[in-house]
């Protein structure tokens, strides 16, 4: 009986000592295709058992719930059920060695007591204030959404009036720099233009940075109303010659510029930074089947794939009832996770979850106006001049299809007033690229080609001469 008693107060001893090891901060950094996100875990202990909280501090987020935290034989497990967010791994010597999961993909990533400073990315391009030139924080009203959008504008002087250019950011979330990956290209194109005599109008997008508004249930229609007001508010400035003012698109923004260009007479020229000439489907088929192939995915698992996906955005782009759709996407989808075995389903999320997820990305109001969206159309109408450019090497928006496309579109409309330029290993960032696949951008030094650089900002010149 005295033995027993001796080896319960061992093990109890033991589970404390555990506790004071594995409670309080651990810290890490995710990494992803070349980006890095510092990760927290706050870690507590209490009668109840072991709770935590996530911090995301790069993404501004702090305190995030954790469903669920277990510590056993020196292995620890976080749960973050609402974001499909799991972390496992091991404690060896104050340190945790393990995987961070979401949705289905696992990423190796250890965590430390130490604050971890994030590597930092060269960025040779970008500029540091002082800059040689004005810039002032500006915000305008998009009355049609109500909303109130913020940005940057920058004159080559104070005083003077100029031509200039409305940047248009493209897919996904983009603040006024279009900063993704370490790189901030619309710093750098801005920076050059406006050392060049061309003020600069660049913004948040909607709910983004200092914008106001719900960038989730906006549409590219809905950020054509953005650049509009963007044009609108130029008008209102004295620095500003408003029978010059250009519109620069890259990517959605290359489709959303003629947009813009096609129903205003305030738009005296465009420039395309790879935009889209084919609808939205096809550009979707075309970018996961060349990204896959460059990836080193297997030729037949590329054809299942782009089988797939072509039936799902024909059924997206041919809808005309929302409720049918539904119904046909969730078929499809059942069926696919049925005969291929290639998916999985993340840990702890039901099949019907599961397929619940896949509607939502497929099904949310951007991705549905995307893939039915036709550019051609709205090409034909517009009268200025046009300037479209890719890198050879873009992946996401195919030069040979895109380029082909916006030409006969304009040719089409009776617009003779077009340049196109393919620029040789340029990726969809348009930077100098081994490649052209995204698992590059951000390991890539250079932000934007100075040779592409150099060749629009030329162009643009003899446009507002």
Known sequence: MKKATILLLIVGTFFTVNAQEITGKWNGVLKVQGTQLRLAFNVDKSDAGFSSTMDSPDQGAFDIPVTKTTFENNRIKFEVANLLISYVGELKDNEIIGNFSQSGQAFAMNLSRNEIEKLVLKRPQEPKKPYSYYSEDISFQNAKANISLSGTLTLPKKEGVYPAVILISGSGPQNRDEELLGHKPFLVIADHFTKNGIAVLRYDDRGVGASKGDFTTATSADFATDVESAIAYLNTRKEINKNKIGLVGHSEGGLIAPMVASTSKNVSFIVLLAGTGISGGEILLLQQELIARASGISESEIKKTYDVNKVIFNLVATSKNSEKLNDDLSKLIHTAIENDASIVIPDGMTKEKYVAQQLNQILNPWMKFFIKYDPAPALE???????????????????????????????????????????????????????????????????????????????IKKQVE
């Open 381 to 459: 109408k517009v009268k200025c001049p046009v300037l479209a450019v890719n890198g050879e090497k873009d992946l996401q928006v195919p030069p040979k299809e895109n380029l082909t496309a916006i030409k006969n579109a304009l040719a089409k409309g009776g617009n003779k007033k077009l340049t196109t330029i393919e620029f040789p290993n340029l990726n969809h960032l348009f930077q100098e690229s081994q490649t052209g696949a995204p698992s590059e951008y951000a390991s890539i030094e250079q932000t934007f080609s100075p040779m592409a650089l150099e060749a629009i900002t030329t162009w």
